[in-house]
Nanobody
């Protein structure tokens, strides 16, 4: 019922920047929060950033000052601007959204397909 489509992944040199997008579509009543996760080779999935319906944001300590999460509520789209990227941040980046489907009481988590980000020279 809900689909999250990601875009913006690819290859970038260390110190470079990328901007990820994730658009949610379907029978969505509301979105309480949208998040970006990442999972590097041999690593656990890590929460990178969160933005709530009210606009509050949270970031992983390692990304503060370099990453910015934002959203366009009218389009049900979340963005992640990533600056000064490091080699160790090579990972698959996933979009996540807590969506109320049909009513505000039926909340489920949905995931995007993942975007491969490779930071290498």
């Amino acid at each position: 019922q809900v689909q999250l489509v990601e875009s913006g992944g690819g290859l970038v040199q260390p110190g470079g920047s990328l901007r990820l997008s994730c658009a949610a579509s379907g029978s969505i009543f509301s979105i309480s929060a949208m998040r970006w996760f990442r999972q590097g080779p041999g690593k656990e999935r890590e929460l990178v950033a969160t933005i709530t319906r009210g606009g509050s944001t949270n970031y992983a300590d390692s990304t503060k000052g370099r990453f910015t999460i934002s959203r366009d509520s009218a389009k049900n789209t979340v963005y992640l601007q990533m600056n000064s990227l490091k080699s160790e941040e090579t990972a698959v980046y996933y979009c996540n959204a807590d969506c109320a489907v049909g009513s505000i009481f039926n909340i489920k988590a949905y995931w995007g397909q993942g975007n491969q980000i490779t930071v290498s020279s």
